[in-house]
């Protein structure tokens, strides 16, 4: 999809913050609330220090220099990531620049708690499948669902939420050329 990948379970929250500016693509698969993820060692039992909190994550964001290109996708798959929290403080989707009125950019997150399952599992990973086949983020999601729904904490259906712009693509957004958009 022109996009390099990162793969680490071994990274704690200063390593995650400093690799933010770079990238244009953020996926993790952690725990979460609201107003932040925690690295690969928290729980949310105990997540100060293992927080990556939103006023953390914006100033990493905003640390991008004028050739790093805004973030495209961020999709953070941990409990309630997608849930709002009052006014001044911005939700996750915020902290990473992406707001319900942009354009080629989006956030998937959940407004609910998750189980940790195989079902679940399966269910993200069509996702990324059907966005490497150059479906847009709302078609992926859906078509995933539609295979099979993601389960809260009871095992009822969970509650995913798109922010931003529902027909942004990851395949070939940038062409591998500078920050040249895909659309």
Known sequence: MNHTVISTDQDHKPAILQKIP????????????????????????DPTEFLNATEDIAPAVGNKSASQ???NFV????????GTI???????ANSFGITSSSTNRAFLGWQTELLINENNRQ?????????????????????????GEPQDE????????????????VHGVYLGSGTQWYR
């Open 22 to 45: 770079p990238y244009n693509v953020f996926f993790i698969y952690t725990h979460g609330n609201p107003t932040g993820f925690v690295d690969c060692f928290g729980s949310t039992a």
């Open 69 to 71: 290109p805004p973030y």
């Open 75 to 82: 999709h953070i798959d941990g409990c309630n990531t997608a």
């Open 86 to 92: 009052e006014f001044p403080d911005p939700t996750i």
């Open 123 to 147: 269910w993200t990973q069509r996702v990324w499948n059907s966005l490497k086949n150059r479906s847009t983020i709302f078609d992926a999601v859906v078509a995933s669902t539609n295979a």
């Open 154 to 169: 009871n095992g009822n259906a969970a509650m995913w939420d798109i922010i931003g712009d529902l027909r942004t693509k």
